[in-house]
T-cell receptor
Framework: ETGVTQSPTHLIKTRGQQVTLRCSSQSGHNTVSWYQQALGQGPQFIFQYYREEENGRGNFPPRFSGLQFPNYSSELNVNALELDDSALYLC???????????????FGPGTRLTVL | GESVGLHLPTLSVQEGDNSIINCAYSNSASDYFIWYKQESGKGPQFIIDIRSNMDKRQGQRVTVLLNKTVKHLSLQIAATQPGDSAVYFCAVRGGTSYGKLTFGQGTILTVHP
């Protein structure tokens, strides 16, 4: 088991609602990346947070936003939920520092979001 | 952009056999490669990684081979056990300054006792 935790485990929302997912990174890690995993697919990169700022973003619309806090934990917010947002949302933490390019990302168990 | 594919969506082996899972990637600037194992209801679990300046790396019962010429990597699992049954993903970092990983679709490995 990694030290990455996510909450809640499961969540059911209706179309148009907003949702906030939370992630606590592994001790010693300063970077959190968020991924969306649709059923039967590989995870897709949403964005990464480093030093409380977005540090790269995948092909997701602006209604997907995030935060990172001074303790390196992070939130993923999704506004105006659509049916296609139903997926497993994974966060991964890593220790990034200047000049280091190869850093293992350790994943949490994920939050299963169902949009009805 | 980066795309990552797998040669086979499913692989079925007998306990004790060696398993080989393959992955192809498209971006020649990719510099870091990771294999993850994902069991049902869990997040991906790190298995082994390799950097682009290497062509082989070994772990406990696992070996990753990287062929940058043809942009291909493989995961070899020795003496496969029923507990190895899971979905296996390769993930590729595209040489950017941040840690975006591009994942393949996954290979379902089933190990029969």
């Amino acid at each position: 088991e990694t030290g990455v935790t996510q909450s809640p485990t499961h969540l059911i929302k209706t179309r148009g609602q907003q949702v906030t997912l939370r992630c606590s990174s592994q001790s010693g890690h300063n970077t959190v990346s968020w991924y969306q995993q649709a059923l039967g697919q590989g995870p897709q990169f949403i964005f990464q947070y480093y030093r409380e700022e977005e540090n790269g973003r995948g092909n997701f619309p602006p209604r997907f936003s995030g935060l990172q806090f001074p303790n390196y934990s992070s939130e993923l917010n999704v506004n105006a939920l659509e049916l296609d947002d139903s997926a497993l949302y994974l966060c991964a933490s890593s220790k990034e520092y200047w000049g280091s390019s190869y850093n293992e990302q350790f994943f949490g168990p994920g939050t299963r979001l169902t949009v009805l | 952009g980066e795309s990552v594919g797998l040669h086979l969506p499913t692989l079925s082996v007998q306990e004790g056999d060696n398993s080989i899972i393959n992955c192809a990637y498209s971006n020649s600037a990719s510099d870091y490669f990771i294999w993850y194992k994902q069991e049902s209801g869990k997040g991906p679990q790190f298995i082994i990684d390799i950097r682009s300046n290497m062509d082989k790396r070994q772990g406990q019962r696992v070996t990753v081979l990287l062929n940058k010429t043809v942009k291909h990597l493989s995961l070899q699992i020795a003496a496969t056990q029923p507990g190895d049954s899971a979905v296996y993903f390769c993930a590729v970092r595209g040489g950017t300054s941040y840690g975006k990983l591009t994942f393949g679709q996954g290979t379902i490995l089933t190990v029969h006792p």
